[in-house]
C-alpha cells in the first residue's frame, strides 16, 4: 500500500510564526503535491514538485514556499504564518504516468491554526 | 467560473435508494477525469476513474459527456457506508495537476 504521511495531524502556531509542514511518502513517486482545503472551496493546489529540487507553482503560492532535498520528502513552509492560513492541509503523491494523469495518494493532513 | 462545478448538497436519501451526482468543467481540453471520496475529517481516496465513455464498478456507474462537459456518478442501492463527500476532479490542460470540485455531501440514511 501506498503510505503518505505527514508530520503534524494537528498545528497551533501564533501569527508571524515561521511553519514547517513535513510529507514523506514510501512508493518513490516523482510527484508530490501540497494542497489546502478550506470549507465550499475545495482543494487548492499550493505548489508541485516533479523531480528533487524541482517545484512549481500552484494556483495559490502567496505566503508559501517548498523544499524537495530528496525523493520521499516534501516540505511546505510558511515563512510568516498569518491568520488567513488557518486550514487543512493535504499532501499528496503519484508516480509519473505518461500522457495519462494518474491518480494521487494524500497524506492524512494537518489542521493548522494560526492565532 | 469556477473550472470544477458541483452542486454541495447535502443529498439525504434513504438506504437502497439510487442517487446522482453531476459535475461541469470548463477546459474542454482536459484528458482525465475522476471521482474521489473523502470520508469525514479523512483525506480523499480515489473511487473510480473515469475514461472515454465512461465505466461502471459494482454499484457506481461514471458517465463522461465531452460535449457538454459533464461528468456524473451513480449510486444505486445506497449503503449507509456510501455517506461522505464525493469530489468530481479533473486534470489541468498540461502535466500532471489536478482541479478538484468543492464536492458534493451525501447522506444515506436508515
Known amino acids: 500500500d501506498v503510505k503518505v504521511t505527514q508530520s503534524s495531524r494537528y498545528l497551533v502556531k501564533r501569527t508571524g510564526e515561521k511553519v514547517f509542514l513535513e510529507c514523506v511518502q514510501d512508493?518513490?513517486?516523482?510527484?508530490m503535491f501540497w494542497y489546502r482545503q478550506d470549507p465550499g472551496l475545495g482543494l487548492r493546489l499550493i505548489y508541485f514538485?516533479?523531480?528533487?529540487?524541482?517545484?512549481e507553482k500552484g494556483d495559490i503560492p502567496e505566503g508559501y514556499s517548498v523544499s524537495r532535498e530528496k525523493k520521499e520528502r516534501f516540505s511546505l513552509i510558511l515563512e510568516s504564518a498569518s491568520t488567513n492560513q488557518t486550514s487543512m492541509y493535504l499532501c499528496?503523491?503519484?508516480?509519473?504516468?505518461?500522457?495519462?494523469?494518474?491518480?494521487?495518494?494524500f497524506g492524512p493532513g494537518t489542521r493548522l491554526t494560526v492565532l | 467560473r469556477k473550472e470544477v462545478e458541483q452542486d454541495p448538497g447535502p443529498f439525504n436519501v434513504p438506504e437502497g435508494a439510487t442517487v446522482a451526482f453531476n459535475c461541469t468543467y470548463s477546459?474542454?481540453?482536459?484528458?482525465?477525469f475522476f471521482w474521489y471520496r473523502q470520508d469525514c475529517r479523512k483525506e480523499p481516496k480515489l473511487l473510480m476513474s473515469v475514461y472515454s465513455s465512461g465505466n461502471e464498478d459494482g454499484r457506481f456507474t461514471a458517465q463522461l459527456n465531452r460535449a457538454s462537459q459533464y461528468i456524473s456518478l451513480l449510486i444505486r442501492d445506497s449503503k449507509l457506508s456510501d455517506s461522505a463527500t464525493y469530489l468530481c476532479?479533473?486534470?489541468?490542460?498540461?502535466?500532471?495537476?489536478?482541479?478538484f470540485g468543492a464536492g458534493t455531501i451525501l447522506r444515506v440514511k436508515s
Open positions: 514538485s516533479y523531480d528533487v529540487k524541482m517545484k
Open positions: 477546459n474542454s481540453a482536459s484528458q482525465s
Open positions: 512508493m518513490d513517486h516523482e510527484n
Open positions: 476532479v479533473v486534470n489541468k490542460k498540461y502535466g500532471n495537476k489536478l482541479v
Open positions: 499528496a503523491s503519484s508516480p509519473i504516468a505518461g500522457e495519462r494523469v494518474d491518480e494521487q495518494f
